[in-house]
């Protein structure tokens, strides 16, 4: 029923559509998210190649002693006392081998991770979000992969074992002789690189001493004589002047060591501990003339 002369109210028009606003706060979430799941992408990757490598370098360890051992002996490229020295390293080098797996495990866990996070888009850029790619790193090593025979090695060891299965199978050419050393170089390596070391260090801070005590007096002396020089100047030179003394035979002693040791153990093993021993003999005396000279006449 309707009542004579009432109006049914007319509803009100809807409010206008509001457009929707991110707030400035929020902006970045994206970015913030993604920052931190790369973080944690990288330190999955890292910690997961790290215990593989471990884990399995400390297993196939005694397979790599014997693949050392084994292809040494069969090589045609190295002599006798090359494949005796092999043989005798074959069991210290899978030992040492084991630290280095956690090392190599971590850099190739960072790096399978960083391949996966900048291989998902053709054109080179990045979606803000990713999916996890440390996952990446666990395919990689537990999913076949193109390789020799299909059997791409996907350890370092296995990496190891592969080159030294090439070395042993490796041939001689025509007319090429096996590669070979005297039996004793390791120890003529040591004597050489330690005498010379030795040698070389003791002379530095001799000559250096020598040296420094001529430049020392000198300075003193130049300190006084000199004309046009300020009272400061004359006084800072000679307290300085006996700096010379400490120096010069530290800094010719260390150079000595540096330069003397490493040349002493190649040439110690390539040619015995006499021809180092007298090589630094000759460098010493080379040295000293023109260390001394020079201070004299500066």
Not at 70 to 79: K, L, R, Y
Not at 88 to 94: E, I, L, Q
Not at 115 to 144: C, E, F, M, W
């Amino acid at each position: 029923m309707q009542i004579s002369g009432y109006k049914s109210p007319t509803p009100p028009p809807p409010p206008p559509k509001r457009e929707l606003e991110v707030k400035p706060g929020l902006g970045n979430i994206a970015d913030r998210y993604n920052t931190s799941r790369t973080v944690g992408n990288y330190t999955s990757g890292l910690l997961l190649g790290a215990a593989k490598e471990t884990f399995t370098t400390a297993l196939q360890s005694p397979r790599l002693a014997w693949e050392i051992a084994e292809n040494v002996v069969q090589a045609e490229t190295i002599g006798p006392n090359l494949k005796i020295l092999g043989v005798m390293a074959a069991v210290p080098g899978a030992i040492l081998s084991i630290p280095c797996g956690p090392f190599y495990g971590a850099f190739q866990g960072v790096t399978a991770v960083a391949d996966a996070r900048h291989n998902h888009q053709l054109d080179g850029t990045r979606p803000p979000l990713k999916r996890d790619t440390a996952i990446d790193y666990a395919r990689s090593v537990t999913t076949p992969a193109d390789g020799p025979e299909g059997k791409e090695p996907k350890t370092m060891t296995g990496k190891w074992i592969q080159g030294l299965e090439e070395f042993g199978d490796r041939k001689l050419q025509a007319g090429e002789k096996p590669y070979d050393v005297p039996l004793l170089s390791p120890a003529f390596s040591l004597v050489g690189g330690v005498v010379s070391g030795a040698m070389s260090g003791a002379a530095g801070l001799v000559i250096g001493l020598v040296a420094g005590t001529l430049t020392c007096g000198k300075e003193m002396l130049h300190s006084v004589t000199d004309e046009d020089k300020t009272f400061g100047a004359r006084v800072g030179q000679f307290v300085a002047a006996p700096l010379n003394v400490v120096a010069m035979p530290l800094a010719l002693g260390w150079n000595g060591v540096k330069e003397a040791t490493p040349r002493g153990f190649v040439d110690g093993w390539k040619h015995g501990p006499i021809k180092p021993v007298v090589d630094t003999g000759k460098a010493i005396g080379g040295l000293a003339v023109s260390v001394v000279k020079e201070a004299w006449e500066h």
